[in-house]
């Protein structure tokens, strides 16, 4: 079983990329051949500083590796380094329906929130199905947000087989039943684009945590748990004791926010400041993090290379 997931260099990840993929990459590595780039095309939908785009993306692959990343088991690749994800993107383009995109829920969202109308924002999910395909990966871990894009991949997937003979494999989504949409401090989910994120190694953690957005209920009263954006994060780093013990509190009354927050905190620090300095280790030796991607560039071309010599012969080139 192949299984690919990607994740964007556009910002500094957070909570909720680390729960919402990157633990579940991390689970599935035992489980099949594993696949992960750092989608660096994709961020220039919205990055348009070179500088800031390559930084972004060492960043990114330092945060995988120092997380729980294992490249003798995962290969990791920059997208741009298999320059053939582009030029599958276009042969996808042009069996692409206009409607089909224009349904997306995602462009919808990031017009909402004022993002420029770009066809690059628009086409995002012609791209990331050639991502997917170039690959024949039988699963692709999603959020729930990314679940419409999959299954356009699928619907591009059935439209090419259907033109061309069956060349690509039908990709299946993994979404995680125990991850739910995961708050961020303003109790929107998490997302860079809302700025409101809390960073896996966050100098800043603390002011965040503390800062998160809740009602006015006094301490004295009860509270219900479910739907409290700092109950929702603790569950992510706790145990279920824990977890059931702080809802627990929250019911009975006498316990405020400011408590159950210091608890957050103290969860975080727990799972992370061992993964924060095995990050200090691997910054000291940035030739060897090259030669991780550099490897891993030339495995993604290397699995690429069949698909793609079927597909060019498949549309006369």
């Known amino acids: 079983m192949r299984i690919l997931t990607g994740i964007q260099p556009s910002g500094k990840l957070h909570w909720g990329n680390y729960f919402g993929a990157m633990k579940s990459m991390f689970d599935l590595q035992e489980k099949g051949e594993n696949f992960m780039f750092i989608a660096n095309f994709h961020a220039m939908t919205t990055v348009r500083d070179g500088k800031a785009l390559r930084d972004a993306t060492k960043e990114v692959a330092l945060d995988y590796l120092a997380c729980g990343l294992d490249p003798n088991k995962t290969v990791m690749y920059r997208q741009s380094d298999v320059p053939e994800v582009q030029e599958l993107a276009w042969y996808l383009s042009c069996l692409t329906p ?58 591009l997937c059935q439209k090419f087989n259907n033109a061309y003979g069956e060349i690509f494999k039908m990709p299946d989504a993994y979404i995680p039943e125990t991850v739910a949409t995961i708050p961020g401090t303003d109790g929107q989910k998490m997302s860079k684009s809302y700025h409101n994120t809390i960073e896996l190694f966050d100098v800043s953690a603390k002011k965040k945590v503390m800062g998160i957005q809740t009602d006015s209920t006094p301490m004295e009263e009860p509270k219900e748990p479910e739907g409290n954006s700092v109950y929702e994060l603790y569950k992510l780093f706790a145990t279920k004791e824990e977890t059931e013990a702080m809802a627990a509190a929250f019911r009975a009354g006498g316990y405020g926010y400011g408590t159950a927050k210091k608890e957050l905190l103290n969860a975080y620090h727990r799972l992370f400041d061992p993964f924060k300095a095995r990050r200090d280790e691997l910054v000291k030796d940035p030739d060897a993090l090259e030669d991780i991607l550099q490897e891993g560039a030339k495995k993604a071309r290397a699995a690429a290379a069949p698909t793609m010599e079927k597909v060019r012969k498949a549309v006369g080139l």
């Open 98 to 155: 206009m409607g089909l995109l224009e349904r997306c829920h995602s462009y919808k969202d990031k017009m909402a929130h004022g993002f420029e109308a770009t066809h690059g924002l628009f086409a995002y999910p012609v791209l990331m199905a050639a991502d997917i395909l170039i690959m024949n990966a039988d699963l692709v871990p999603v959020g729930k947000d990314q679940k419409q894009h999959l299954e356009v991949t699928r619907d």
